[in-house]
């Protein structure tokens, strides 16, 4: 009886503190101010171990605080130098203690993880003799820090984070903040030690451990630029991070604020989930934009690099305080984002792209699924475009001059803390003078898209003012726009007028349309040359040689266009057209090289011998240790020809379990596709005994449904 009775208490003591913490706001009664903590890495178990001092103070009486923590195992929890009590859910881990008002602690906690999610282990399980990228990377937003490090899923709580990293001497390890020191622990271990100095939210923590080289920079203002690349990609440096510089020196300028960090570093990996992620100091990013000079044009990097420098200045030196204020974020960077291309590529190119994004607005505002830039569950378009926007018409609103101070402002006040729209709108209208509020309604709160503020802001561009006036030709008769599409394309061409031009001439094969092709195809510029690779459905003989030469073009997705169309229009040119392109591979999804293998694959005048050879290759091209974009790009000509290996099956499993949710989305549409052909629904039956247990469950809920 005695012992029911203790199990009772202990048990009622326990729901005691369960439910007292579930209701407490912890980042009013609890300030974390500093975590040090070491991590050792072993990416063949997928294993992190850690150990991590959180310094804090109370600032009223408490029974318990609690550290975020997904899924760890615990062997030590030390409290000002005692073991202390503790309570653990797999989410969070709960310190028993008395806690006294405005007394300053200190908790050590030693653990163990395999994470989940939020740090990805790339290629550990390749065969040694594969030249693929090895690498570990994190991303913690919206997808929580408190996976590797015991943390805060609280963007509110900020704290100077010291990370001291434990991984294999071979490769680089980069983190936020300045590298005091690298050490070499024993044969095979080396330990990088980073340091912050300002506090930041824990989901800009990041690690990313690879192959890389590193070239250095300076902005004038000084800052240290870090510019990493795998060594195999060390001749695409210049293309992918070219203009980096020059976007530092613009946004210090234009903000009018220093750079808040000691240094600033920029890091690709293999199969990001994102195209980038502006973790404090550290920017991570897809590899898929390390490209060469080639395609710059078609795919660079620079909207996203500008896109996530400007982050460190609106997301980490401030930080939003919940949702409703995401487009402080996202809004932000996207508009000082279009100013830095504004500097680079010009006026043209910055109007450009406001009209693109006011016309998706404005399609997503008809369709009735706009929404207002506070709403925290509005979609991305609206959060980043819809959010500029508001930006640029403030602009326009109050002056620039009055813009530029209210921002410095904004930001000088807010430093190193948590925002709300309010604090924005505030230090405008102090520095203005103005009331904003009827903007605030129109562009803040109403979910619609304000389309006539936005065209007559528009207007204001001369060149703009004639494209739209070229557009409003795309239903008129050829014989009556024949001259403003033939003035169009006089030299010196605008390449958006002229590509306008070309696109308008679309299945149109009259004469005196081929001479105007012949006029776009003068112009040499090659925008307006991939126009014609587009929009041509039907190559005029006269204009045969000029297509021919479209296949040197330096665009990949005009030589990819124009290799189809040559193939399908001109098929007794097949060997001569596959012999100059060759040696082209295209973007890093080999968009020329797979279309040219699958010609090559459906060509009679290929011989067998070399088409069991071009089948390797592109059947090779879905392996799980191989860029998703190449991927995606092998598995979608494989259903187009109808051949997959039963290795291309296994692929596809693994593909529907990615971590990155757009391919992991097309893998399983795909495969939902081939299980309704009985041929592959037996194949997959026929490898089960070849699948990893997790591969044979996914698979057997798809072939029940």
Known sequence: MKQTLLFLLLL?????????????????????????????????????KGEAVYKFKTLRSLDSVFIDAKNMSFSEVILNGKTAKYNYDASKIWIRATFSPNKEYSLFLKYETNPSQTMYFINWEAPKELE???????????????????????????????????????????????????????????????????????????????????????????????????????????????????????????????????????????????????????????????????????????????????????????TETNGTNHWLHEGFATYYAWLAEKEIFGEDYFYWKLYESAEQLKELSDSGKGDSVLDPNASSLTFYQKGAWALHVLKELVGEENFKESVKNYLLKNAYSNVTTEDFVREVEEVSKMDVSKWEEDWLQQSAFQGTEALSLLKKSEFLVRYMELAALRETPFSVKEEYLAKALEFPVNEYLGQEAVFQLSGNSSEDATLLYEKAFETNNTMVKQAIAFSIDSIPVELKSDFMGLLKDPSYLTQE????????????????????????????????????????????????????????????????????????????????????????????????????????????????????QEEYRAKYVTLIDDMEKTDVEFLTKRIQN
């Open 12 to 48: 009622l003591n326990y729901i005691g503190y369960a439910q007292y913490d579930s209701n407490i706001d912890q980042s009013k009664n609890v300030d974390f101010v500093q975590v040090d903590a070491e991590v050792s890495i072993l990416p063949i178990n997928k294993l992190v």
């Open 132 to 318: 693929v990228p090895r690498q570990v990377w994190t991303q913690g937003q919206g997808r929580f820090t408190s996976y590797w490090l015991p943390s805060f899923d609280d963007m509110t709580e900020k704290v100077v984070f010291n990370l001291t990293i434990n991984f294999n001497k071979e490769y680089q390890v980069i983190s936020n903040g300045e590298l005091l020191k690298k050490v070499l622990l024993n044969d095979t271990i080396s330990q990088w030690q980073y340091k912050m100095e300002k506090p930041m939210s824990s989901y800009l923590v990041a690690i990313a451990a690879g192959n890389y080289s590193k070239m250095k920079l300076s902005s004038n203002s000084n800052v240290p630029i870090e510019l990493y690349i795998e060594p195999k990609d060390s001749l695409k440096s210049e293309p992918t991070y070219r203009y980096s510089k020059q976007l530092m020196d613009f946004f210090e300028s234009e903000i009018g604020v220093a750079y808040p960090w000691k240094n600033y570093k920029q890091v690709p990996v293999q199969d990001f989930l994102f195209s980038g992620m502006e973790n404090t100091t550290t920017t991570i990013f897809s590899d898929s934009f390390v490209i060469d000079s080639t395609a710059f044009i078609d795919q660079n990097y620079v909207f996203v690099n500008a896109h996530e420098l400007a982050h460190q200045w609106f997301g980490n030196m401030v």
């Open 561 to 676: 266009n124009a290799l189809l169309k040559l193939w399908l229009q001109f098929p007794e040119e097949t060997l001569n057209i596959l012999e100059q392109t060759k040696d082209s591979q295209g973007f890093q999804n080999k968009n020329v090289r797979l279309l040219w293998l699958v010609i090559n694959l459906v060509s009679p005048e290929i011989t067998s011998e070399k088409k069991t050879d071009y089948f390797e290759e592109l059947s090779g091209y879905t392996s799980k240790y191989l860029p998703i974009g190449l991927r995606q790009n092998a598995f979608g000509y494989l259903y187009q020809i109808n051949t997959f290996t039963d290795q291309n099956l296994l692929d596809l499993l693994e593909g529907g379990q990615h971590q990155t949710g757009r391919f992991r989305s097309y893998c399983r549409s795909l495969l939902e596709k081939l299980l309704k």
